[in-house]
DNA sequence: ACCTCCGGGACGTCCCGTTTAT
DNA sequence: ATAAACGGGACGTCCCGGAGGT
């Protein structure tokens, strides 16, 4: 759970993209595709190697371009490794909505949105370079937004949440749990990364689960 | 809990110390003092700004000698780094060994002892800049120790103690104990870092270990 | 006779060049002019201080560019002595070709070869880099082609020509005569060029193929 | 035929050894021993790398002795080479000597001599590397003794002793003679030494001879 | 006298992130 | 959007003094 998050709930994109103009020109739209590319092929490169082993040159190879093109869409490397972490947290809010859209009691509503997560963390490239990135935050540059703080204020109105239904044993306090959950999580994330690559972060995420959920839970 | 352990029990250096020899050449000393001094400044660099943006000229000037100096007791940057590494690691078996001879319950001495090792995380420089170096390990030289392993072994055995001396909870295994204990120990300590350079380590780390052994523990 | 020789007959430069499509992106244009720029001033540096004490900042100072601009031409200092050997190399078909043509007798020819040949070691700036990086060919790496044999092989078959033609003394073995020709004339041009610099080599050329040739041709 | 020669004719070294103090003190005998260990090392080294890849360290370790030994017995590299290329010159004098005592014609003087040298080309580690020093000898600085001028006016000398006793062709001048098998042997060392590492010298030496000795003798 | 240990500057190569001319 | 050029370091390593032991 790395990333900053807005804080308002999460606004439906859907919605958002009715607001957006129709009609494009072709011509930005080659420009968004190629923006795009350069960005998949910058998070794969930042994922493997990280920020300072990763070079413009081999991000222009990457995607088959000469440096000039990628500086025509990006004013610099930073520019570029904060486009993906920009991305890294675009996808949040959906994943959130979703979760609450299921209408499960507060406690297995988290439960679900961080199983979901967990599989982003393995699985979406862009999720995965930008959790490094903000790993690698003062390699980059202080341009980088403050990780952590967005996931925790969302976790702590969402346990807060979870008291007021009774669901959490006495004298649990709604931070500390959204705190240590995603200090926790972040842990196992990234441990789980260096010893195996993240194949067996679901596994390890479901141990840490197990205990902390215990202690956070009312008991039945 | 960061590191590669040995395994072994601590030596007691203490005795070791008198078997050494009183007199030592005076410019082997020096040399062991200076040695000494680029490990500490690197230290020192390498918490603040990591690996990559460290460079030797900075560890010169940071020491107040020359490149020549410095190359003269380490190959190369690498090198430095590693045995930054080395000593992050060097100070624990002294450490597990005071904790153990305290004669505590095992649940208790695991508490005593993650409660000095993150002390260590807060005030140690070269356990700082160790544990930084660990999180970079891939931007470095496939050469570092595999980190965490030790530590989960360590506190699978003192785990498996407790479950022995009836501590544990029912269902609960050493094995996934130690390691959520190791990854989550790393995520709060690394949370901590970005968010307040490790100011409020022991708090988090206290929330952690509050929620964490009422989930391990049997209730009493 | 310093050059490994490709063996195939001079390509008439005159013909192709009319093939050639006559726009050339000038940007390209630029860059060749660039890149010859480039070796001419290396083969100047290299032919006075020889390929160890030339750095490319050296080069970059003549050039009147920064290294970087040098740094985008060739992948390092190896690259343009490359070059430069291989710029010493492709003249000699073409001067070859040009003795041949003349129509002398096989012994005939190749005086007007070799005298041709010394001009060249004597005036020619790349030519005569090239035949002092190969002088220093095991300090530079071992990628330049073998000096000798391809005007070994060259001249041995000019003297078989001869020998067939009846020109060479009774008991010359051809290809003895080569090898002692290409050695001897290395040796006049390396000691001429140490003493005075090469201003001498006609003269000390012509002592040598007096001698050589007298004892090499049948007597009339 | 590489040496500046002294010019005066050969001083029979036993007699100056006669001349040198019998009693030397035992350290001054241990300096001198070390110090010729040290060029006899720095000679492998210089022959097989040259003088630029040749390091201090190198030559240290190649006699097992630090850094600082060998700067109290030499003040810097530059002073190794030229003690290599002054003991290259220095056994010469004995060569001379030993062939003008078999009391042969003045031109089969020459070919023994010139014999006996090709085999210290080949044999001797210590002509071979003062051989190569004197080839990248403006790669060292302007101190070396100048090349070829010595042996250019010994042989001068030896084919004027001919040219009286009848035995030079005519029309053959002495000094373009002596000056042709100075620069010819000079070549076939040099390419004998980057083709074969001078392991076809002698065969290529006798080519050689044969040739040019026919253009200069007399026919009998 | 001979040698060791430790440290000092100075470059050399390479490469990187970036603008300028086209 | 490309091709060409620009500075600016980083790393490594080399040649070499001084301080001092033996």
Redesign the pocket.
Known sequence: LEAQMTGKSATPRVLSEEWAPVEVRPQQD??AR?RSEIIVAAARLFDYKGF?A?????IADEVG?????V???F????DIALEVVRQHYAGWPDIIAEAKSEGLPPLETIKVLVNRVAREFRDNIVVKAGARLQAERNLIGASLPRPYVGWTQILTEMFTDAEEAGQLRAGVSPAAAARTLVSAFHGVQHVSDILTGRTDLIDRWTELRELLFFAIAAQP
């Open positions: 080659r420009a190629t300072p990763t070079s413009i040159s081999d371009m000469t440096k000039g093109a500086y025509f869409h004013r610099n490397k930073e």
